[in-house]
């Protein structure tokens, strides 16, 4: 391989929440998940690959800054599993086996800002460096599973299950694409990036300490999540909103309170997470539907689902609540129209101005794709300037 391969992968929004592990190492899950994938246009990682005996040493690069794959496991494990899969699909003796690798990739929203970073990020890798040496019918969501759990479920688009399995080394664990995007082409999320500068448990830790504490896990283990699960799929199948809506919020919840559980608890919603939540809930109870819901992962942003139809009545209600001192153009991203001036259908009382950063609006999208527009040149140098 001679040439630059680049991909972009999509995030993906958990509806029923992976929290807690089986298997450390291989990283299987306790529970099954469920969630939606998001649109490549509004927030993905993309990632650029070349491989060669030009190349001298594995190396990747990682908004900007070089990581060491040797004291990263789980990046390194994702590069054995690849040349693996490249022995077992071109031979033991082949030549790409020993090719080194370099490896450049970004994201087009913020790293750290607990919007599921990881799942895009080792999502793209893995689905780059596939394509990148011709892997066909791999099992990639497996090999993505070994970076970040819930990245597995990043390589398919629409709505995806990833099943926790019960065999030991994991081969029954792996996602599977439950409905595709256009299935509910509908559906939007909006995304709350909420001011926030306190530093959270990771969700390896976090999640670490509910198995080993959080009685309330075994309970939701056994008998919620498996109910939900079945649930929740026929509310997609339907095209059921209030019931995916309320599964969703219940799910929600049910996995913060599991955080409180834990012990030491992990607080993961601040003032404004709440505030977020009884807007939604006086908002469903106003229209006497349940018009839109919440999902909160490990951290205070919210993620809201709503369909197309309802999208601008609540968005203009949503502005009042949450102002802004910034110009619209930059509070509001992504798929919004322009919203009818001061429009108050429900009336509800604004809020403190900047408890929210900025909202981002956007649809499901169909899974992670190459593209041409790639981070390296085809002498494997960088193609910004950083190093
Ligand atoms: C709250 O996939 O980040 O987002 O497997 O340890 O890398 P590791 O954890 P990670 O955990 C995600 C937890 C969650 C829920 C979810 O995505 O299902």
């Known amino acids: 391989m001679d040439k630059v391969v680049t991909c972009v992968a999509p995030v993906n929004i958990a509806v029923i929440k992976y929290w807690g592990k089986r298997d450390e190492h291989l990283i299987l899950p306790l529970n099954d998940s469920v969630s939606l994938t998001l649109d490549c246009d509004q927030m993905h990682t993309k990632t650029s690959i070349i491989a060669g005996p030009f190349i001298t040493e594995d190396c990747v690069w990682l908004n900007g800054q070089i990581m060491s794959i040797e004291r990263n496991e789980r990046l390194k494990k994702c590069f054995d599993l690849i040349r693996n899969l490249i022995k077992i699909q071109k031979g033991e003796n082949s030549q790409e086996v020993k090719w080194k690798i370099r490896v450049c990739s970004e994201n087009n929203f913020p790293t750290a800002a607990g919007l599921a970073s990881s799942a895009a990020g080792y999502a793209c890798l893995v689905y780059t460096l596939a394509n990148a040496f011709g892997l066909v019918n791999g099992d990639l969501p497996s090999i993505a599973r070994q970076g970040s759990g819930s990245a597995c479920r990043s390589i398919y688009g629409g709505f995806v299950q990833w099943t926790a399995g019960v065999d030991d080394q994991g081969y029954d664990s792996t996602a599977v694409q439950i409905a595709a995007d256009t299935h509910w082409p509908e559906m939007r999320i909006i995304i709350l990036v909420v001011n926030d500068s306190k530093k959270k448990t990771s969700s390896t830790v976090g ?6 504490t959080s009685e309330l896990l075994k309970y939701r283990i056994q008998k919620c999540v498996p109910e939900r699960t079945k649930e929740i799929i026929q509310a997609i199948t339907d095209k059921n909103f209030e019931k995916f809506a309320e599964i969703t919020m219940r799910d929600s919840n049910q996995f913060h309170a599991i955080c409180l559980d834990t012990y030491p608890p992990c607080v993961y919603l601040n003032q404004v997470s709440h505030e977020i939540i009884s ?7 106003a229209t006497g539907q349940i018009k839109v819901s919440y999902t909160f992962y490990a951290g205070p942003n919210a993620f809201l689902f709503i369909q197309q139809i309802d999208l601008s009545l609540f968005m203009s209600e949503l502005v009042n609540v ?12 992504g798929i919004v129209s322009t919203l009818p001036n001061n429009v108050k259908p429900y009336g509800f009382k604004s809020k403190d101005k900047d408890l929210l950063k900025y909202i981002m609006v956007t649809k499901l999208g169909n899974g992670p794709k190459c593209v041409d527009d790639h981070l390296l040149n085809s002498d494997g140098t960088l193609k910004s300037k950083i190093e």
């Open 279 to 285: 807007f939604v809930h006086d908002y469903n109870e």
């Open 207 to 212: 999640m670490k300490q509910a198995v080993k």
């Open 322 to 333: 949450f102002p802004t001192m910034q110009p619209n153009s930059s509070y509001l991203r």
